[in-house]
Every structure is written in C-alpha cells, then in structure tokens.
T-cell receptor, first 114, second 115 residues
Framework: AQKVTQAQTEISVVEKEDVTLDCVYETRDTTYYLFWYKQPPSGELVFLIRRNSFDEQNEISGRYSWNFQKSTSSFNFTITASQVVDSAVYFCALSDGGFQKLVFGTGTRLLVSP | SAVISQKPSRDICQRGTSLTIQCQVDSQVTMMFWYRQQPGQSLTLIATANQGSEATYESGFVIDKFPISRPNLTFSTLTVSNMSPEDSSIYLC????????????FGPGTRLTVL
C-alpha cells in the first residue's frame, strides 16, 4: 500500500529564514509520481511541483527547491528566505503509475511571522 | 493547466438533507476525482468519476451516501446524501488528463457545514 509521511505537524519561522519540509513515502511501484501542493487559509489547493520516479534531479523554482532521493524515499521541500505569504499548509502526495489518484500526507502547517 | 470551478463554494445544511456539488473543468479531461478534507485533516479520496460508467469508490465510501455523476468529459457532480454533522468538510474536485504525466489540478473546494 502507498503511504506518505509528513512528520512535521507545524513549523514556525521568522521571515527570511530558510525552512525545509520533510516528506517520506512508501510504494511498491517502480513508476510513481510525487507532488507538493500548497493550501493557503482560503482553502484552495495550489499545485507546486510533480516529480516522476525516474527523475532524481533536484529542482529549483525561485525561492523553492526540492530534493528527491530514492535511496531514502524522501522528497523534501525547501523555501529559501521565507515570506509571510508562504504561511499555509503544505501537502506532499504520491500517485501510482496507472490512475493518478493521489495519496496525501497529513500536511505541514508553516507559519511565517514578520 | 486545467481551470476547475465548483458550486457552491460553501453551504450550511440541515441534518438529513442532501447537497449536490458541481465541478466544471475548462477542458476535456479523462480523470475526475472527488476528495474530502475533514476539519484540520488531510485529503482523502472519495471516488474516481468515470465518464460513461459508474464511479469507482474507495474503501469506506459508498454510492448510496455519495452518488456521483459524470455526464461528459468536463463536468461531474457529487451528492452528499442524508447529511449528518460528521459530513462537515471541504469537498474538492480534481481533474487529470489522459496521460499519467499530466498534473492533477484542484478546484477551489466546497465548504460544507451540517447542523
């Protein structure tokens, strides 16, 4: 069975600090996809990134970066120089190779204070 | 990317009634999904809405409680039947393309409160 673990329930940082959100996954599939979504207080789910199991290259998008390591089954997300607008719940999710339905982690609430 | 809208955005309902939530996508998609997010919790898949066939339900969810329609490739509805306060949640619709390389995008959600 697939499983996603986000051990950090809540993280509080001060603006401009760097913060890393952890995600560990379990799957027996050789082909799978990993996702990160942001859920601001308004409630909508905002897509941030998708990674497939064959691409272990790290990715950087502005202040966001992702570190995918198959050896440790982890897909961690780092925000550099955090801002108040980054305050949200962040979900890591996993889909198998066939049907795109997502298994979500429990989410990490990030609070960035000025 | 796909743009997804949901109606209503929120509602307050009485115990024992039913509510139908609509999900509209701005392009044709193969896969549509309905998720539930209970207060302070993560998202749980209710069912996959299949065009031209019955929805596929996840363990713990049944058609009598959550009937789903998918009349075409851009539209789906979820009905929450015979509601109780435990059904108070955010219900989110999502959509994905024909290929597994497509990203799954989400609608803005419907906040349901059952009194």
């Amino acid at each position: 069975a697939q499983k996603v673990t986000q051990a950090q329930t809540e993280i509080s940082v001060v603006e401009k600090e760097d913060v890393t959100l952890d995600c560990v996954y379990e799957t027996r599939d050789t082909t799978y996809y990993l996702f990160w979504y942001k859920q601001p207080p308004s409630g909508e789910l905002v897509f941030l990134i998708r990674r497939n199991s064959f691409d272990e290259q790290n990715e950087i998008s502005g202040r966001y970066s992702w570190n995918f390591q198959k050896s440790t089954s982890s897909f961690n997300f780092t925000i550099t120089a955090s801002q108040v607008v980054d305050s949200a719940v962040y979900f890591c999710a996993l889909s198998d190779g066939g049907f795109q339905k997502l298994v979500f982690g429990t989410g990490t609430r990030l609070l960035v204070s000025p | 990317s796909a743009v997804i809208s949901q109606k209503p955005s929120r509602d307050i309902c009485q115990r024992g009634t039913s509510l139908t939530i609509q999900c509209q996508v701005d392009s044709q998609v193969t896969m549509m999904f309905w998720y539930r997010q209970q207060p302070g919790q993560s998202l749980t898949l209710i069912a996959t809405a299949n065009q031209g066939s019955e929805a596929t339900y996840e363990s713990g969810f049944v058609i009598d409680k959550f009937p789903i329609s998918r009349p075409n490739l851009t539209f789906s509805t979820l009905t929450v039947s015979n509601m109780s306060p435990e059904d108070s949640s955010i219900y989110l619709c999502s959509a994905g393309g024909a290929s597994n390389t497509d990203t799954q995008y989400f609608g803005p959600g419907t906040r349901l409160t059952v009194l």
